[in-house]
């Protein structure tokens, strides 16, 4: 198993495209320019499939029960396409996330990994908001899991799940040492809310956290108008690590990737011998609990 990984998470801007051949450009050209910079990983943003609505009419992609209908259509082709560039380049890629529908008719939003060998898994997100409940109609997921890698096992806490302690400490359980947080966030009060879940989530687990996030507007769509963040890689707050937890940070408003170098022998390390246990004393707080 690799000791240690380049990460690269995307800033990533929703633009209205032309045709499938359009996007399948642009992703293309992404993927290579990450792989030009001797990235191992790739993520893409939550929701940053959502770009491909703008290849129906205008009453399609206006509506958010009628983008989610037609974008089924280009589910396949999107799986193709990333098991493609994955093998191409020779990466695993989170590819974000896209709405999918399911045989009941139940909306998940789901994060898929690509693999090398083909092969493909993925994680539904898990806690939804209120927008994606009460007006988008998306269902919650129902099983934590964490996606093995040839960087170990990895966890996926979309966006919103992020903020819930116990999502992320099972998949820490189940051998994570890496969280990648694809996110997409309109204001900058809902950035903040991620990016602390995302810092806190380090911290108490002593493992590393990742967000990639959209980034500016998209007016045609209703789903994902306005997209505010920055990239970075979260880590412990101690022995070995910046002193503020942010190992790397992209650039406020700027659109390309955000490259950070992972060492995973340093979290065992400061799991073993660092100032605090976090990882280990996790289960102090249950005990206490029960003994009340």
């Known amino acids: 198993m690799n000791t240690t990984l380049k990460l690269a998470c995307a800033q990533y801007p929703i633009d209205f495209l032309n045709s499938w051949d359009d996007y399948e450009a642009k992703i293309t050209a992404w993927v290579k320019d990450a792989y030009l910079q001797e990235a191992q990983f790739l993520m893409f943003p939550?929701?940053?499939?959502?770009?491909?609505?703008?290849?129906?009419?205008?009453?399609?992609?206006?509506?958010?029960?009628?983008?989610?209908?037609?974008?089924?259509?280009?589910?396949?082709?999107?799986?193709?396409?990333?098991?493609?560039?994955?093998?191409?380049?020779?990466?695993?890629?989170?590819a974000g996330t896209f709405p999918v529908r399911l045989d009941n008719g139940e909306y998940r939003n789901r994060a898929w990994?690509?693999?090398?060998?083909?092969?493909?898994?993925?994680?539904?997100?898990?806690?939804?908001?209120?927008?994606?409940?009460?007006?988008?109609?998306?269902?919650?997921?129902?099983?934590i899991r964490v996606l093995d890698t040839d960087f170990g096992p990895v966890g996926v806490a979309t966006c919103?799940?992020?903020?819930?302690?116990?999502?992320?400490?099972?998949?820490?359980?189940?051998?994570?040492?890496?969280?990648?947080?694809?996110s997409c966030t309109d204001t900058q009060a809902g950035y903040n809310r991620v990016r602390i879940g995302c810092q806190a989530r380090a911290l108490e687990n002593q493992c590393y956290v990742a967000q990639s996030p959209t980034i500016g507007e998209a007016r045609w769509s209703p789903a994902v108008d306005v997209n505010t963040g920055q990239a970075a890689v979260y880590t412990p707050v101690d022995r070995g690590f910046p002193d503020d937890g942010v190992l790397e940070q992209g650039p406020d408003g700027q659109t390309g990737w955000m490259i950070a170098e992972l060492d995973f022998e340093a979290l065992e390390r400061v799991r073993r011998e660092g100032q605090v246990l976090n990882h280990r004393d996790w289960d102090t707080q249950f005990r206490l609990m029960r003994d009340q």
């Open 160 to 182: 919103y799940d992020s903020e819930f302690p116990l999502i992320v400490r099972r998949q820490v359980e189940l051998g994570a040492r890496l969280i990648l947080v694809p």
């Open 46 to 94: 939550e929701y940053f499939s959502m770009g491909l609505g703008s290849l129906f009419e205008a009453e399609v992609y206006g509506s958010l029960s009628a983008q989610l209908e037609a974008l089924q259509d280009l589910h396949e082709p999107f799986l193709e396409l990333y098991t493609r560039l994955s093998e191409r380049f020779n990466m695993p890629i989170l």
């Open 113 to 143: 990994l690509f693999r090398p060998d083909g092969t493909r898994d993925y994680q539904d997100k898990l806690q939804m908001t209120r927008f994606e409940t009460e007006q988008w109609h998306i269902s919650p997921g129902e099983d």
